[in-house]
């Protein structure tokens, strides 16, 4: 990984962990640097002075704005405080249009980066080993006040055409890159914000950055999945790359197909998917749309990490299921056909209702009916494995039809009464599509049951048997 530079922040590794401990207690990320008062100086407006000099004040105002301060006492250095904010938005404020933008010249870029750096690049606070981000409210940073003006001023200066990609990128680098990349876990949620917009703007920008940009988040994630699983910013992150991702060209480099079975599959693994599933699933589905084959490749990755202990997991990993499902290919199916039908068998026998529920809606779907992996097409392959868990879930009264010969009562049903409607209409629908498949299925159970009976009927008789045995012996 990239070593920030020499005297630089560096931002810890969010492995880091405190004992059990009041959060309140927590210091602030942000500590001061400030012991004398520079501030004493007062610096006239940049609009007041002749256009010759406004470039210098500039730097004087940047050079200003690089003393940091300690947040954690309010109260301390108030003055300077109020004064640096003043600053910082009139910095905003001037370079909001073309003109002031003039500013953002060559010679200015190592002052700008430099002030940005001293104030946002800092070390992180390690999080609490209690903290859930399900429940915990995020502890915001107490030096909001300068940071978000901070931010906004390098947005401003990224976006800003004044700003020539070539020349700049010698002062916005792979080490700034890589701390904007580590201040992603940062619990305050209003800058993980400013950090997605100014990273993607920056991967805009600076083609020789994006290699380096995507490895760099390919190793934070590697870090949360197999190290630490403990990360603010995963959604921040996969919104980026969802965007990234739209935009590769077709055929996918290796480079990027690698990226998806490396970084972004195993992202289904952690427990707290939950909290960043719906980017994830969008990059997956991006993936699926540019390449069909690689929805053999993420469907595989989902089957290794299906999360059967799980139940709200199982549901979610259906929805992202159902969307891959939509876009499954001829070609793909065939491939996929035995271990997908084996996993929706599965799941349509799982103990939770809610499972099997979720289960069932797939066929509510009408494109995976009419032309997908539930289509009259593959009919004789995965109805024979579905059909004793739809039988058992669904009413007594669903099989007299197909002439069940008094085996109908012994299914008492689902005691779910969505799950066992469910489960008729989709009975139902198969014996409307493919009914000889569908008495074949119910003549096998039957059949099945029948050798049941007469095989206990048997281990009865010889039981009755050794029982008149032992009588006649004791008499």
């Known amino acids: 990984e990239a070593k920030p530079a020499k005297g630089e922040a560096e931002t810890p590794r969010s492995d880091v962990t405190l004992p059990k401990a009041n959060r309140e207690r927590r210091r602030p990320s942000h500590q001061g640097s400030a012991s004398m008062n520079p501030f004493k100086e007062e610096l006239p407006a940049l609009r007041d002075v ?12 940047l050079e200003l704005c690089t003393i940091t301060f300690d947040f954690e006492d309010q109260t301390s250095n108030e003055a300077s405080k109020n004064i640096k904010r003043t600053t910082l938005l009139e910095l905003v404020d001037y370079v909001n249009n073309s003109t002031g933008q003039k500013l953002f010249t060559e010679e200015c870029m190592p002052h700008i980066t430099n002030c940005v750096q001293k104030n946002i690049c800092r070390a992180l ?19 909001w006040p300068h940071l978000q003006i ?50 993607h703007r920056i991967y805009g920008k600076f083609m020789s950055h994006r290699s380096f940009i995507r490895k760099t988040i390919s190793n934070v994630f590697y870090r949360f999945v197999y190290e630490t699983e403990r990360h603010n910013g995963i959604g921040e992150l996969l919104e980026i790359l969802g965007s990234i991702i739209n935009g590769f060209a077709i055929p996918l480099k290796k480079e990027h197909t690698q990226f998806l079975q490396r970084a972004l599959i195993p992202l289904h693994i952690p427990k707290c998917v939950g909290l960043y599933h719906q980017q994830l699933s969008y990059c997956i589905i991006q993936y699926i749309e540019k390449d069909p084959d690689t929805a053999i490749v993420v469907l ?5 990490c299906w999360p059967w202990s ?8 259906m929805n992202e299921l159902e969307e891959i499902l939509e876009l499954l ?49 593959y009919t004789e392959i995965l109805l024979p494995m579905i059909y004793n868990g739809l039988y058992e879930k669904a009413p007594p009264d669903t099989h007299v039809a197909v002439g069940h010969s ?24 198969y014996e409307g599509v493919d009914i000889t498949t569908y008495t074949d299925c119910v003549t096998n159970r039957q059949e099945k049951e029948l050798a049941k009976k007469n095989e206990l009927a048997e ?11 032992a009588a006649s012996a004791e008499a």
Not at 310 to 317: D, E, R
Request: hydrophobic content about 40%; glycine content about 4%.
């Open 150 to 199: 901070v931010y906004e001023f390098f947005l401003r200066f990224i976006v800003s055409s004044e700003v020539n990609a070539k020349v700049a990128k010698k002062h916005v680098n792979n080490d700034f890159c890589f701390q904007l990349i580590e201040l992603f876990d940062s619990e305050d949620p209003r800058e993980r914000d400013y950090l997605k917009t100014i990273l």
């Open 329 to 377: 290919g001829a070609d793909q199916m065939e491939v996929i056909k035995m271990e997908l039908f084996q996993l929706i068998t599965d799941c349509l026998n799982s103990q939770h209702f809610q499972v099997a529920e979720r289960t069932l809606f797939l066929w509510n779907n009408e494109q995976l009916c009419s032309n997908g992996c539930l289509s009259r097409q």
């Open 406 to 429: 008094g085996l109908e009562e012994k299914s008492k049903g689902h005691w779910n009464a969505t799950v066992q409607g469910l489960a008729q209409n989709v009975l139902k629908m």
């Open 125 to 143: 606070p390690p999080q609490n080993e209690d903290f859930d981000p399900e429940e915990d409210e995020p502890i915001l940073e107490a030096s």
């Open 310 to 317: 799980s139940s709200a997991k199982q549901v979610l990993f």
């Open 300 to 304: 595989r990755g989902l089957f290794k």
């Open 50 to 61: 002749p256009a010759t000099k406004r470039e210098e004040l500039f730097l004087k105002k």
């Open 459 to 469: 281990v009865a008789r010889k039981w009755d048997l050794i029982a008149a045995e």
